[in-house]
């Protein structure tokens, strides 16, 4: 066996075939794969964005419940009510559509609408006109209030799905593609 001197260049080796062929098949493989992860990591991280939108949203959601059903039942607006109200209202402006934030700030208004009758007013009852003119404001506020409250589950709903922004993968795709298809068919196929 001759030495080979140093710098010149290495002999080459005969490889068989299929060597050769899987080193051709390996960098597009790997790209592949790559590509796969990533699109998996872009779909989790997606995914993460859609369930956090979801835990504001219902957060929001949870808060004007309750702060509707707490006047509801007292038929009166406390300051801390009307604090929460607030709150939950400024949150909601970026969280929900037109739809859905056009019903809260009607929920707001009312809530900022009501105003507390004294006691030496209620008792009293100097300024008739007055007194009937409150009675009136803080009825037609409670009636707000309490609408909202029964319409918050539908005018809610769209907002508290999590499939609305579900990417679906290939695979689910196809199958969707592929039940509407059979779905167009005249006849039921064998």
Do not use: C
């Not at 929001?60 to 607030?86: F, G, H, M, P, W």
């Not at 929900?96 to 105003?115: C, L, M, S, T, W």
């Not at 009675?135 to 809610?156: W, Y």
Request: net charge neutral; charged share 25%; proline share 4%.
């Amino acid at each position: 066996m001759a030495s080979q001197a140093f710098g010149s260049p290495p002999q080459e080796v005969d490889m068989p075939v299929w060597i050769q062929v899987l080193q051709a098949l390996l960098t597009p493989a790997i790209a592949v794969a790559v590509s796969v992860i990533a699109f998996m990591q872009w779909r989790t991280a997606h995914q993460k964005v859609v369930l956090d939108l979801f835990d504001r949203r219902l957060k929001v959601y949870n808060e004007l419940e309750e702060i509707a059903a707490e006047i509801e039942i007292s038929r009166a607006v406390t300051d801390q009510a009307a604090a929460r109200s607030r709150q939950a209202f400024l949150q909601a402006k970026f969280l929900f559509g037109a739809d859905a934030f056009g019903e809260i700030n009607k929920f707001y208004k009312a809530v900022r609408r009501f105003r507390r009758i004294p006691t030496a007013t209620a008792l009293y009852n100097s300024e008739q006109e007055n007194f009937n003119a409150m009675i009136s404001t803080n009825s037609s506020a409670i009636e707000t209030i309490t609408n909202f409250r029964q319409q918050m589950p539908d005018t809610f709903e769209a907002y508290m799905r999590m499939d609305q922004k579900l990417v679906r993968t290939p695979l689910e795709w196809l199958a969707d593609s592929n039940r509407r298809r059979l779905s167009y068919a005249d006849e039921k196929q064998q």
